[in-house]
Each structure stands twice: as C-alpha cells, then as structure tokens.
C-alpha cells in the first residue's frame, strides 16, 4: 500500500516538473528523446551545443597535469646520482630533501603568520648582525637547522641567526657545511611582501675541528627558496639552474623552470636609491646615464626593488637586469653576507649566464676572514655587471669627462684601470674553460 502511494507521489512530481520547464522530455543522456529542437521560454528554438571529443593525446596531456606526472625535486635528485654516482651527489640528494623540508615548514609558517600571532620582533634584541630578530627568524633558524641536522650529512652550519658556526657531533656528524640565512628580507613579513631563504653548501669538513673559511668557487650546490603568490625553490649543483614550485596538493616541489639562463641584458635595476647621497660619484653617474637611455643598451632603464634579495635576485634571473648593494660611506665593506647571501646568489646568477662582482673583483674569487663576513656587490646580468663594473673602475666621475692632473698622472691612472680589467675578465674566463 505505502509503496504504490510513493510511485504514485515520484510520478506526479516528474510529470508536474516536466510540464512546468516546457521544455519537453529528455533521456537519461540529457538529450531531447523527441529530437526536436529545444524551445527556451520567450526565445527561438536552438539546436542543442555540439559535444567535443578530446583526442587521446589531450586528454592524457590534462590527465598528466591534473596529477601532476612531473618530475620532482627528488626525482631530480635521484636522477643526477644515477648519471654520477659518487658520494658527494649521494649525500647531496639527502641534503636537498632537508632543505625541501624546511622549506615547504617555513612557507607554511610565513602563510599562516598574521593569523597564529608570527610576525612582529621576537623580544630577544639585536642579533649577530646587529638586527633586530623577529619571531619568524628564529623559527625558520630552528626548522633550517634541524632538518640540516638529520640528514646525517652535515658537519658545520653557519647562519646569519647565529654568533658562531654550529657544530655537528655525534654519529650524525658528515662531511659538508651549509651556511644559511633562513628568512631574507624578513622585516618584511608583517606587509605580506616576499621573502625568502638562501643557502649554500660546501664539502670535506668532516675532519675539521673549526668551521672552514672557503671560497664561493668551492660551492658545491647553492640555491635560494622564496615564499611569495607561490613557494619557488630555485638550485644549482654546478651543472646549470633548475627551479621548483612547491604543489601544495602533493607536498612536493614540481619542476616547472628547467634550464633557467638569465639574458645578456635587461631593463631594471634593483637596489635601495634612498642611498644615493652616500654612493661615489662615478657611481651615481652610472644610474644617471642608464636612466635617461644614455647607456650602451640606449634603452631606458627602470627602478623595481623589493627590499629581498631574494626577491628582486629572482627577478632579475628570469628577467635579467642588475641588482647591486654597493659599499658606501655608511657601509664601507659593503652590507650583503658574503658566505650566506652573496656566494650562493652569484654561484646560481654565473650558472645562469650572468655575473657577480665587488666591483674590484669576481665574488666568488674572495677569501673570507670570518662567517659573518660583508661585501658589495653588483650582480645579474652579464652585459650590465660589465657597464656597472667599467663606472666603478673609472678614476673619476662622468665616463669621458677629462681627469684632472698631469698627462703623466693620467697615462698611470689608465694603466692601473687597465690592469684591473685585465684581471677581473681573465678571472671569468678561467672559470668558463674549467667549466668547459
């Protein structure tokens, strides 16, 4: 009895909904079962949208992004050990998966900053560097370290958080050494502007008992994570410049810029302006020149600067251009770390086809004295550091301008120039035929 009253309720409703659309009776398809065309209210009869058929190939291609079927950081990784397996890429591909780690934590942190009471200072005072430390500092410090720490790989890890380089002991004690600043541009986490972390890696420490002082040219992997609209982890291990995004549906960094080559030249440069008053004058003269389209380029340059290294650094690796942070008379030796900022950035921007000097001389090529060492720099693209580098070497303010003193005086200025350019383009093409 109750079950002949229901079908009799159900066939009453569809034949109520039916007659009420006007539209007529369709199959279980969604089709007209009359295959007449449809009749909208008010309207002409239309005939029903033509149904497109993907082809296989297309609907693989969909298929393979929707699930992501791209490499990996650890494929990536695993790749590189199989093609050369020695230890160093062994241990290398334990490091990296460290380091993706803490990234993917630390972008989790500074996504969720404003909302878990992460941002403004940590109330510790002053580091190292005499900054400041905000509460997302010494978090991403904490999270740096400790993956670095159980990779089993690690001997020595110097960041800018830190007084002194942290020694690794115990069975978990390796044979390499990071140095780190696990949040660049911090303060400017509490307005929601990019940040990001900078490393690079050294090797043979495991036998040392104090923290090894190395060129940048002995890197043996340096890279840069930034945490922006998306996380990008972008790295070298020597053999060109790869960048990762981080899926955060996976928890993995996919490949997405294979390959990366900086241009020959840009149309931007980066740095704090606000310094102008304190650079030399053959400096200013330099952003006077390219900023009216007087440059070699004859292109009109533009100011973009972030306040990050890593940032404005990305930028210009994509984009190509200059970032610079020259020494001045407030910041004699400069201000950028040369283990920790500086020697990572140049070893990915001279992976890239770019370049990366003091002014005097190649970055990588310095000896540093101690970890928290400082230097200037001038880095990007390969054609922009030469033009900013021959204005920092000119003897006297405008390019072309008549210096002043005697033509013995000047016949030794000149010369002195050129032998510093001589030295500074063999010190390149020394590292070009050993890349060779």
């Known amino acids: 009895m109750h079950r002949s009253i229901l079908v009799a309720c159900l ?4 034949a109520t909904t039916v007659n009420c659309t006007t539209v007529g009776s369709f199959s279980a398809t969604g089709l007209r079962s009359s295959g007449s065309p449809m009749r909208l209210k008010g309207g002409m009869p239309t ?33 590189e050990t199989l093609r050369n397996p020695t230890k160093d890429n062994a241990d290398l591909e334990h490091v990296f998966s460290g380091i993706s780690a803490a990234c993917r934590a630390i972008a989790d942190m500074v996504s ?3 909302i878990q009471d992460m941002t403004g200072l940590a109330g510790t005072g002053e580091n190292i560097q005499g900054e400041e430390q905000k509460k997302l500092d010494i978090l991403s410090n904490d999270v740096f370290k400790d993956k670095l720490r159980k990779t089993g790989c690690m001997a020595f890890l110097g960041s800018e958080e830190e007084d002194s380089a942290v020694v690794i002991r115990g069975p978990r004690r390796g044979d390499m050494v990071a140095v780190f ?5 911090s303060s400017n986490i509490d307005a929601a502007i990019s940040v990001g972390t900078i490393f690079g890696i050294y090797k043979g420490a495991k036998d040392k008992k104090e923290f090894p002082l190395q060129k940048g040219t002995e890197q043996i992997a340096a890279g840069y ?39 020959k030249r840009g149309k931007i440069y980066s740095t704090n302006q606000g310094n102008c008053p304190q650079w030399s004058e ?7 020149t390219v900023s009216s389209g007087k440059g070699q380029s004859g292109e009109k340059y533009g100011l973009r600067y972030i306040g990050s290294m890593v940032g404005d650094m990305h930028r210009t690796l994509l984009y190509g251009g200059l970032f610079l942070y020259p020494a001045d008379a407030k910041n004699v030796k400069g201000k950028l770390r040369l283990l920790y900022e500086a020697n990572p950035m140049a070893m990915l921007a001279e992976q890239a086809g770019g ?9 990588m090529d310095i000896q540093p004295d101690e970890l928290h060492q400082r230097c200037p720099i001038f880095i990007g693209s390969a054609e922009d550091v030469d033009e900013v580098v021959s204005y920092v070497n000119k003897q006297l303010g405008v390019p072309g301008q008549v210096p002043h003193g005697t033509s013995e005086t000047m016949e030794r200025r000149d010369c002195c120039e050129e032998d510093s350019k001589l030295r500074y383009q063999r010190s390149w093409e020394q590292e070009f035929r050993a890349r060779e």
Do not use: W
Not at 11 to 14: P, R, S, T, Y
Not at 66 to 72: C, E, F, I, Q
Not at 181 to 185: N, V
């Open 47 to 79: 005939a029903p949208a033509p149904v497109r058929v993907k082809s296989v190939d297309e609907a693989i291609s969909v298929y393979s992004k929707k699930d992501r079927l791209a490499l990996t950081l650890a494929d990536f990784m695993r790749e």
């Open 112 to 114: 969720k900053a404003g």
């Open 225 to 263: 994570c930034m945490y922006s609209t998306c996380t990008i982890l972008m790295i070298t291990t020597g053999s060109g410049v790869n960048g990762f995004t981080l899926d955060t549906s996976l928890g993995e960094f996919v490949l997405t810029h294979p390959n990366v080559q900086m241009p």
């Open 282 to 288: 053959k400096l200013r003269s330099y952003f006077d």
């Open 11 to 14: 066939a009453c409703c569809l």
């Open 355 to 363: 370049k990366a000097s003091t002014g005097e001389q190649r970055v």
């Open 181 to 185: 600043d696990p949040l660049d541009g």
